[in-house]
Structure formats: C-alpha cells, structure tokens
C-alpha cells in the first residue's frame, strides 16, 4: 500500500464484511484537472492480493491459489461487467505477478492454469512488488 500511495494513490486497504468478495485494496487518484470548472478525473482500482508459497514441482500441475472463492469471483465479474479496472497480483517463491481480471482469467485463475500458463496470461511478472504495481498503470481503463 506504500508503495503505491507514493506512485500518488489514495489507497487504502479493504475489510468488508458487509459484502463478501470485496477486493483486498482499493485506490484512486487524479489524472485530469481543470482549473477553470474545478473538475477531476479521477481513475479508481480494485486489487486482490494472493500468495502461494511454491511452484509445483511438475510443470503441467495446476496451481492451486488459497482462498479465491465464489464471492470472490462474483465479485470481481460484476466489476468488469461495470468496466471498472481490477487486478489480481500473486506472489509465488520470489516472483509477483500481475493479472488484469477479465472474465477469462476468472475462470481458470486458481484451478486450471499451470505454471506456463500463469506466465502466459500474466500482464506483468517481476521479483520487485513496486515494479508490478508500476506496470498495472498499462491496463487502466
């Protein structure tokens, strides 16, 4: 979350138990301003956050993410259906990678996918988490 508060985010971690699903963090920040009217523009992102501890040691084994439920899910299909920008970012061993959600990768992320696959349908794949969050910038809508 610091880091991308320093990248000029307003963000702010997300518990919610009003509504199950809800992404991890949310964020917004000014892109446009008009002096004269006093209007912004204004950009917001939704960011769930997963962790695995390891790579399957065969190359073909799907990989299993922790936690990814239906809510979940749901949720994030409603989003995109509303055109809202929403990422997924995974840490596996030392490598981050970042997903654009669309309705494909709400479908096989998290149970289908092998590791080729994981790197096939990543926007963005680096060891350094401020790297990653830099490049989600490239898919905002």
């Known amino acids: 979350m610091q880091i991308l508060k320093s990248m000029g985010w307003d963000a702010m971690p997300v518990e919610n138990k009003a509504c199950d699903g809800t992404p991890d963090l949310n964020a917004s920040r000014t892109v446009a301003s008009n002096v004269t009217t006093f209007l912004s523009e204004c950009v917001e992102i939704?960011?769930?956050l997963k962790i695995v501890e390891e790579w399957p040691k065969r190359k073909a084994t799907p990989i299993k993410?922790?936690?990814f439920s239906p809510a979940q899910k749901a949720w994030?299909?409603?989003r995109i259906r509303?055109?809202?920008n929403c990422y997924i970012i995974?840490?596996?061993e030392e490598e981050h990678l970042l997903y654009?959600?669309?309705l494909e990768v709400i479908e096989h992320f998290g149970s289908d996918?092998?590791?080729e696959q994981m790197y096939e349908n990543a926007m963005?794949?680096?060891t350094k988490l401020e790297v990653v969050l830099n490049s989600l910038q490239k898919g905002l809508k």
Request: no cysteine; charged share 10%.
């Open 65 to 67: 993410i922790p936690h």
């Open 100 to 102: 654009l959600v669309n």
């Open 113 to 115: 996918w092998n590791k």
């Open 90 to 92: 995974v840490q596996i």
């Open 76 to 78: 994030l299909k409603l």
């Open 124 to 126: 963005y794949v680096s």
């Open 82 to 84: 509303q055109n809202q």
């Open 46 to 48: 939704w960011i769930e």
